[in-house]
């Protein structure tokens, strides 16, 4: 018989951060600056070149789209995303299962928002930008916001994939998770960045090199909740 997926086994969880509260304090996100004690980080990686012009809907622009929408990128060994397959990309709760050494952790974050516009750069060029932010709930270790979002210049047809993010040590009861916490905390953090990177990088590559189409709106399938990679699913599996 085979196993149910993630979001059914971790229903329990999924229901209780749906109803959970940030947190940090929304009213305030113009006070999270370096010089008040919070991490603010910028990545990027380029991703591959598109004709200029609109996105092409079987580019890297799109596929790249596809991957951030099912939150595939981050390293299954680190980060795992359990979210319901049907639930609009901005209601999304996740329960974020993370792993370091023996330890499992789980964690809950909501989307705050999702980006999908024309913007204008300071050159007066205009790019397509795609992406959402997740939000850190009770209990996280971490308080903050991530954005994560797809660009694409419209004149020069560069595509690439950028993740900001704000962050601060969270309040952790567990004396013992607090200390490694804070000696390995950021480690981990530019773990994930570098990571995923990496990661969006090379399924964007394969997704062209096969030629991948995408699936008409009522024709498309469900969200994957988890990798559909096969060795991120078969270590998946093992941790069941």
Same mark, same amino acid.
């Given at each position: 018989?085979?196993? $149910?997926? @993630?979001?059914?086994?971790?229903?329990?969880?999924?229901?209780?951060?749906?109803?959970?509260?940030? %947190?940090?304090?929304?009213? =305030?996100?113009?006070?999270?600056?370096?010089?008040?004690?919070?991490?603010?980080?910028?990545?990027?990686?380029? *991703?591959? *070149?598109?004709?200029?012009?609109?996105?092409?809907?079987?580019?890297?622009?799109?596929?790249?789209?596809?991957? #951030?929408?099912?939150?595939?990128?981050? $390293?299954?060994? #680190? /980060?795992?995303?359990?979210? *319901?397959?049907?639930?609009? #990309?901005?209601?999304?709760?996740?329960? #974020?299962?993370?792993?370091?050494? @023996?330890?499992?952790?789980?964690?809950?974050?909501? /989307?705050?928002?999702?980006?999908? &516009?024309?913007?204008?750069?300071?050159?007066?060029?205009?790019?397509?930008?795609?992406?959402?932010?997740?939000?850190?709930?009770?209990?996280?270790?971490?308080?903050? +916001?991530?954005?994560?979002? /797809?660009?694409? %210049? *419209?004149?020069?047809? =560069?595509?690439?994939?950028?993740?900001?993010?704000?962050?601060?040590?969270?309040?952790?009861? %567990? $004396?013992?998770?607090? /200390?490694?916490?804070?000696?390995?905390?950021?480690?981990? +953090?530019?773990?994930?960045?570098? &990571?995923?990177?990496?990661?969006?990088?090379?399924?964007?590559?394969?997704?062209?090199?096969?030629?991948?189409?995408?699936?008409?709106?009522?024709?498309?399938?469900?969200? +994957?909740?988890?990798?559909?990679?096969?060795?991120?699913?078969?270590?998946?599996?093992?941790?069941?």
């Amino acid at each position: 018989m085979p196993k $149910p997926p @993630l979001y059914q086994l971790q229903k329990a969880r999924l229901d209780a951060y749906t109803k959970a509260g940030y %947190n940090f304090d929304l009213t =305030r996100t113009h006070e999270y600056t370096t010089e008040n004690g919070w991490r603010v980080d910028d990545y990027e990686t380029e *991703l591959p *070149l598109e004709a200029p012009g609109p996105p092409d809907p079987h580019g890297s622009w799109a596929a790249a789209r596809e991957v #951030l929408r099912n939150y595939t990128f981050p $390293p299954p060994d #680190l /980060i795992t995303g359990i979210f *319901l397959p049907d639930q609009p #990309l901005e209601q999304r709760v996740m329960v #974020l299962r993370g792993r370091f050494l @023996l330890f499992t952790f789980w964690f809950g974050v909501r /989307i705050g928002g999702v980006t999908d &516009e024309r913007q204008t750069l300071p050159t007066g060029e205009q790019e397509q930008v795609w992406g959402y932010n997740y939000r850190t709930l009770e209990g996280h270790f971490e308080r903050g +916001q991530i954005d994560f979002t /797809i660009h694409k %210049n *419209l004149t020069t047809g =560069r595509v690439r994939f950028h993740v900001h993010a704000f962050s601060q040590t969270g309040r952790i009861s %567990n $004396p013992f998770y607090w /200390i490694g916490f804070r000696l390995f905390g950021r480690m981990l +953090q530019r773990k994930f960045a570098r &990571e995923s990177m990496r990661r969006m990088k090379e399924q964007v590559a394969e997704m062209l090199r096969k030629g991948w189409q995408a699936p008409a709106p009522q024709d498309a399938p469900p969200v +994957q909740a988890v990798s559909a990679e096969p060795d991120a699913q078969e270590q998946l599996d093992k941790s069941r």
